[in-house]
């Protein structure tokens, strides 16, 4: 079956601080990896997606992802974080072929939590 | 630009009412996604719609809920006779290509349903 682990419920950091917000995937095939961010009552809005290429993408706000396929990771990271990053974030991948590939599979979520 | 709309953006039903959440996608996207947010939890797919026409609803409850995306007007997700247990947030999701595609999702901002 396919589904994605986020190990981590919540993530401390404190501001200026690298960050990592790790996510697993399990599916068959090559996947397209997605990351998203929710702040708290509003919608999800899209960070960014990695399809094929590349393994670093890089996205909105200064996140990044890396794409490793011999550990099916694809952890998201930002070099410094700032305090308005504290959110949470969604991991969520997409099979590339067969009948149910426009479901996006979600992971549980991590909540960031950036202490100034 | 318009993002995807959703109202109402928070909905009261007493159990046994019927609750009715809208969704306008993105101006030019005819796909549409209904996704379930229980507390605590990350999304669910529930169904994928087309105009006119319902592709999957492989994610969606066989009793009590249904969903339509007319030719014209917004895409619609009933409940009927409610239960506590349906209390969740519900996300409509557009995208403009066929779901084949690498093509994103993007997300509205929710409607947070409360069944007293």
């Known amino acids: 079956a396919q589904s994605v682990a986020q190990p981590e419920d919540q993530v401390n950091v404190a501001e200026g601080n690298p960050l990592t917000v790790k996510c697993t995937y399990s599916?068959?095939?090559?996947?397209?990896l997605f990351w998203y961010v929710q702040y708290p009552n509003r919608g999800l809005q899209f960070l960014l997606k990695?399809?094929?290429?590349d393994n670093l993408v890089k996205g909105s706000y200064g996140f990044e992802a890396e794409f490793n396929k011999s550990q099916t990771s694809f952890h998201l990271k930002k070099p410094s974080a700032l305090v308005s990053d504290s959110a949470l974030y969604f991991c969520?991948?997409?099979?590339?072929?067969?009948?149910?590939?426009?479901?996006?599979?979600w992971g549980a979520g991590t909540k960031l939590i950036i202490k100034p | 630009n318009a993002g995807v709309m959703q109202n109402p953006r928070h909905l009261v039903r007493r159990r046994g009412q019927e609750a009715r959440l809208r969704c306008s996608p993105m101006?030019?996207?005819?796909?549409v996604y209904w996704y379930r947010q229980l507390p605590e939890e990350g999304l669910k797919f529930m169904v994928y719609?087309?105009?006119?026409?319902?592709?999957?609803e492989s994610g969606m409850p066989k009793e009590r809920f249904s969903a339509e995306f007319p030719k014209e007007g917004p895409s619609i997700l009933r409940i009927q006779q409610v239960v506590r247990g349906d209390s969740a947030a519900y996300f409509c999701?557009?995208?403009?290509?066929?779901?084949?595609?690498?093509?994103?999702?993007?997300f509205g901002p929710g409607t947070r349903l409360t069944v007293l």
């Open positions: 999701a557009s995208s403009p290509l066929a779901p084949e595609s690498t093509d994103t999702q993007y």
């Open positions: 969520a991948v997409r099979a590339p072929t067969g009948g149910s590939n426009y479901q996006l599979i």
């Open positions: 599916v068959s095939g090559n996947p397209y």
């Open positions: 101006k030019g996207h005819s796909h």
């Open positions: 719609l087309q105009k006119e026409n319902i592709i999957d």
């Open positions: 990695y399809i094929t290429g």
